[in-house]
């Protein structure tokens, strides 16, 4: 973060952002949301939190959405995109980047929470977004809004 201009954006939180280059939100499997508009740095922040995970001996990965889902939706097969999803739910941290910039239809969202769902709670995600939280319901531009089926108690 040497080459970071501190003084802009002016609201930003060195301290968090600090505390976060630390890296202990790895070991406890949480996930960072940088949510900004275009241009103040989420990318070269979440560059350096991936870094930072190398360093530490984690294993990266650093992709844009748009990427992800291209390689998901581009699976012919569901076994082959079964593979893919455990592809991506194995890696210590994944870092989405620019998640938002797109509209995502219902199948690349569902792709979306498949990969989220597969690591919440297992593995760190860092997701860089020009959408504040109050516009997330509709970065997903659709005539419905879906909802994810019930957790199986057996399984």
Known sequence: MIDYDWAWPTKIDR????????GGYLAAARNIVLAAPQGLGKTMIAQNLAHQAVLMGHSVLFVTAAQLLL?????????ALDRRLKHYAKISLLVLDEVGYLAFD???????????????EKKSLVLTTNLAF?????????????????????G
């Open 106 to 120: 219902n199948r690349t969202a569902d792709l979306l929470f498949q990969v989220v769902s597969r690591r919440y």
């Open 15 to 22: 301290e968090v952002v600090d505390h976060a280059l630390g």
């Open 134 to 154: 109050s516009d997330w319901p509709t970065g997903r531009r659709s005539s419905r809004t879906r909802r994810a089926p019930p957790r199986s108690s057996t």
């Open 71 to 79: 390689d998901l939706g581009s699976q012919e097969s569901s076994r």
